[in-house]
T-cell receptor, first 113, second 115 residues
Framework: AQKVTQAQTEISVVEKEDVTLDCVYE???????LFWYKQPPSGELVFLIR??????QNEISGRYSWNFQKSTSSFNFTITASQVVDSAVYFC??????????FGTGTRLQVTL | GAGVSQSPSNKVTEKGKDVELRCDPI?????LYWYRQSLGQGLEFLIY????????KSGLPSDRFSAERTGGSVSTLTIQRTQQEDSAVYLC?????????????FGSGTRLTVV
């Protein structure tokens, strides 16, 4: 069985603070993919990143960065210098050999001025 | 189309009635998925289509739920004899065949309210 845990239910930060969203996963598959999605108040899920299990290089995209550590089964997401527009629910997800995505319960990020 | 289209965007129905939710995936996407998101919860997988077949129906919560896909395109999720616990946002996603796809594109969802 596959499982994704996002222990942080809700995080509040002040604009320009850095914030890290945690994601821990469980799978028995040796090949798998990890994803992050953003769900703004409008409700539509927006794809942010996909990582495969063989590539542990960290990735940076603008203010966003991801830290993948197989040793701890974690795929954490950091937003640097957060902005109000970053306010959303963020979901981590896992796909193994099955085609479906298994999602965590999400972390609600609130960025205030 | 440019994105995944779902209709209706909102549906209010009386307990016991049947409802049909529609998903129109991105043209050329052979894989289609239905998920359910209850208030404050994560996304719960319901069913996966590859073409017109459903190799994984493991997430359908009861036999009141069924889905079909025709022409490798549009999919319909049907809920019979709706119950209040069926109230949720039903999301559809599509992708190229899983081995070729980098990401899954989601629609805006259908918000179902059973009263």
């Amino acid at each position: 069985a596959q499982k994704v845990t996002q222990a942080q239910t809700e995080i509040s930060v002040v604009e320009k603070e850095d914030v890290t969203l945690d994601c821990v996963y469980e799978t028995r598959d040796t090949t798998y993919y990890l994803f992050w999605y953003k769900q703004p108040p409008s409700g539509e899920l927006v794809f942010l990143i996909r990582r495969n299990s063989f590539d542990e290089q960290n990735e940076i995209s603008g203010r966003y960065s991801w830290n993948f550590q197989k040793s701890t089964s974690s795929f954490n997401f950091t937003i640097t210098a957060s902005q109000v527009v970053d306010s959303a629910v963020y979901f981590c997800a896992l796909r193994g050999t099955a085609s479906k995505l298994t999602f965590g319960t999400g972390t609600r990020l609130q960025v205030t001025l | 189309g440019a994105g995944v289209s779902q209709s209706p965007s909102n549906k209010v129905t009386e307990k016991g009635k049947d409802v049909e939710l529609r998903c129109d995936p991105i043209s050329g996407h052979t894989a289609l998925y239905w998920y359910r998101q209850s208030l404050g919860q994560g996304l719960e997988f319901l069913i996966y289509f590859q073409g017109n077949s459903a190799p994984d129906k493991s997430g359908l919560p009861s036999d009141r739920f069924s889905a079909e896909r025709t022409g490798g395109s549009v999919s319909t999720l049907t809920i019979q004899r709706t119950q209040q616990e069926d109230s949720a946002v039903y999301l559809c996603a599509s992708s190229l065949s899983p081995g070729r796809s980098k990401s899954y594109t989601f629609g805006s969802g259908t918000r179902l309210t059973v009263v």
